[in-house]
């Protein structure tokens, strides 16, 4: 049975849902998959935390519960690298701040593990929205794969889709409400609080950040569309080539207006392929009944692929919290093992 050494940067919310979650899986994947889990090494952003010989992180259990200055097996002596050399091969799971104008600090992250031949599954976007071509190349001359669910809308599946299911057609567009917040907070306008109201609500509930930007201002979903576009249809986006609307600016006016006309106002991510150039934007929709995406309502998220063998093709759904991205993190791992020999 395949022992897979598991190391995870970033402890936040999805680093500490991931740990929880491969405790709670480990026997599940031994049994059904044939994989021999083994949590190794947890970093923070100033210390670290190695098993060293013993086998699992996740049999400690007093690491989720003691602060890092009070537990003497944290570190601050500790290099990434030193770890992963010292383990040899396995998988990095990436879950720090995604910072979409340096990629940092997941880029050298990824860069390190990549130069280690280690397998990549990562939450963070910066990296990859930054210089996806780069990394794939990377990874594909070191026989490694990087996996990103995780980042591209975690619980649905996005690129798992476009890549395996829709094999062999031609993707002719995408649509997606790729962001949780921004359809949460659309969706309470609806019900006729304003955007201010709105978000004070999603941020109360820990949903929204308290630097909303990212979301509000459609950088989420760009990123996301993005990383799913150049995955699934292979085009080659930079984020300055994504037109971008954000959701600040909607009045229960707006709301209401397209509602006088049967519409629904949604945030949508959009690779269009009309002619020579593909095009992908963010752009706030007023989509009619008969529209796929028409019906989601909420923190729910959706993706619409339009192929040409297989009509259009929508998946909805997918739990929008950090358990939800920690089980896409976990997927990631499973495909990235069941299809190889390592
Ligand atoms: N929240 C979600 O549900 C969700 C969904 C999909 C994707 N994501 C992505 O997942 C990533 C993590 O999100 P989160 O909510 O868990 O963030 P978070 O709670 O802010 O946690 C970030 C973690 O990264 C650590 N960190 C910062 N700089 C580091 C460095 N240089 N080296 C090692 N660790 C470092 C922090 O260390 P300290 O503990 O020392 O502060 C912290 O543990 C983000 O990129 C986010 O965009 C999140």
Redesign the pocket.
Known sequence: MPSINIVL?????????FFRLIADKKVFCRNRYGLDLHLKAV??????YFSGRRSDLTEITEIMATG?ADHPDWTTKLS?DEVLTELKSGVLV?????NIETG???L??IGQALGRNWHIAA????ALVLKFKELMARANMNGVQIKFS??TA?ALPTVDVGVLSLAGTEILGIEGILTGVTNLILTRMEEGITFQDALKEAQAKGIAEPNPS?DVDGW?TACKILLISNAVAGTDFSLSDIARNGIRGVTVDDIQKARDEGKVLKLLGRLVRDGEKDKADVKLTAINRDHPLFHVMGSNKAITFFTDTMGAVTVSGGK???R??AA?LLKDIVNIYRHSEE
């Open positions: 940067t970033g402890f936040g919310n999805v680093g500490k849902a970093f923070r952003s100033k210390e670290a890092t990434l990436e879950c720090t701040p995604t940092e600090p997941g050298s992250h939450a963070s976007k910066g995780a980042a975690a990212l989420d929008s919290d950090p939800g991205t896409a």
